[in-house]
């Protein structure tokens, strides 16, 4: 199991929902919550982000690969699906 790292804003719409699929998703299935997820809030430390490839948050990476870059307009249901795709990627 490989832990992933998460870009977000504290007040972003699309964040928000990438945590409630976090959540719900853990809920559905346990062992997603044993993946080590680690949250960089990219305004307060934005010296993290060099070296990673993004535009609009939440962007998940396993390594340096992205996985999820949400974009506008994006629905609950396409964060959910994109969120499974990285925790089953993290668990390969």
Request: hydrophobic residues 30%; negative net charge.
């Amino acid at each position: 199991m490989k832990g992933l790292t998460v870009f977000h804003l504290t007040n972003c719409p699309y964040c928000i929902n990438a945590k409630k699929a976090l959540a719900q998703l853990c809920g559905d299935k346990p062992q997603y919550a044993d993946i080590p997820i680690e949250w960089i809030e990219e305004s307060e430390e934005p010296e993290r982000t060099n070296g990673y490839d993004y535009y609009y948050v939440p962007s998940f990476f396993l390594g340096k690969e992205k996985l999820y870059e949400a974009h506008p307009g994006e629905s609950y249901e396409e964060c959910l699906e994109k969120v499974r795709g990285c925790l089953e990627k993290a668990l390969a």
